[in-house]
């Protein structure tokens, strides 16, 4: 697996969305497939609807039905894999086991080093070949993009700083109160 060509993406995600959005919007694959918990269900919607809002496809869902059970995890990593074929990684967000297990499986089916990607929490972008990239000027989501994501709400605000772009900066905190 070659990560100069364009394939889709798996993402793992977890209660927070926003890794597997800014790698998706770094990235850029032709379709992301997003491998998730029943608890976020409604963030994996979500983050499909931005996506698909950045020409980005829809992929398969993988709601893993029992995430602490290894060879259920394993038997639906599986069929997603097989479904998907040539595809990249991005394993920052979701549970421990559940990366873990999608890297190994991803990994034993040809995944190469160079196609598998994580996102610190200082915004450092980290391929498994050792490769890095500082994400502190892209991509860049603006306030209704992270509000949509987050609450599923867009602001009611009238005010003409609503399309500015946030720009993904590990020193960037919002504290909601």
């Not at 190994?104 to 450092?124: F, K, N, P």
């Not at 609450?151 to 005010?159: I, N, Q």
Request: net charge positive; hydrophobic share 35%; glycine share 6%.
């Amino acid at each position: 697996m070659s990560g100069a060509q364009q394939c889709d993406l798996i993402v793992t995600l977890g209660s927070n969305p926003l890794p597997a959005v800014v790698a998706a919007l770094h990235l850029r694959p032709p379709r992301v497939h997003i491998i998730y918990t029943h608890d976020v269900r409604f963030l994996a919607e979500r983050t499909y609807r931005l996506l698909q809002r950045e020409n980005i496809e829809a992929g398969i869902s993988c709601c893993l039905s029992a995430h602490e059970d290894v060879p259920t995890v394993e038997r639906e990593v599986r069929n997603l894999l097989a479904q998907v074929g040539h595809s990249r990684l991005h394993y920052t967000g979701g549970t421990k086991l559940m990366s873990t297990h999608v890297h190994r499986l991803w990994s034993a089916v040809g995944g190469s080093l160079s196609d598998a990607s994580y996102l610190t929490s200082a915004g450092c972008f980290i391929q498994d070949d050792g490769r890095r990239q500082r994400l502190d000027r892209e991509p860049r989501l603006s306030l209704e993009q992270i509000a949509r994501l987050h609450f599923d709400v867009s602001p009611k605000c009238e005010d003409h700083h609503l399309d500015d772009k946030i720009k993904f900066a590990p020193r960037l905190r919002i504290a909601w109160s």
